[in-house]
Nanobody
């Protein structure tokens, strides 16, 4: 069974920073693209940032210049460095990964359980 486990959320003041981590565990042979999504109360889930297996990144305009996505392929982990946080960044942040469990199978999307980020004074 493949699991994505997030960590690093919490309460931070406006202008502060947090670093989210998401580790992929279980039995698998390959991880393709990984991404971070977020969902605020009453809103749809939105893509925050993504990164390919080769390291190409894509960041939403709303967080560009403030958030950075990276990955450590040796640790099967993706990170989201969040700086200059604003109250509107408050949301549950979800990790997503395309994982191939065995050779010959297609990549399948897996989700983490989510981690709460609250930006408030």
């Amino acid at each position: 069974q493949v699991q994505l486990v997030e960590s690093g959320g919490g309460l931070v003041q406006p202008g502060g920073s947090l670093r989210l981590s998401c580790a992929v565990s279980g039995r698998f042979v390959s991880i393709n693209s990984m991404a971070w999504y977020r969902q605020a109360p009453g809103k749809q889930r939105e893509l925050v940032a993504s990164i390919t297996s080769g390291g190409t990144t894509n960041v939403a305009d709303s967080v560009k210049g403030r958030f950075t996505i990276s990955r450590d392929n040796a640790k099967n982990t993706v990170y989201l460095q969040m700086n200059s946080l604003k109250p509107e960044d408050t949301a549950v942040y979800y990790c997503n990964g395309e994982v191939k469990r065995r050779l010959g199978l297609n990549y399948v999307n897996y989700w983490g359980q989510g981690t709460q980020v609250t930006v408030s004074s």
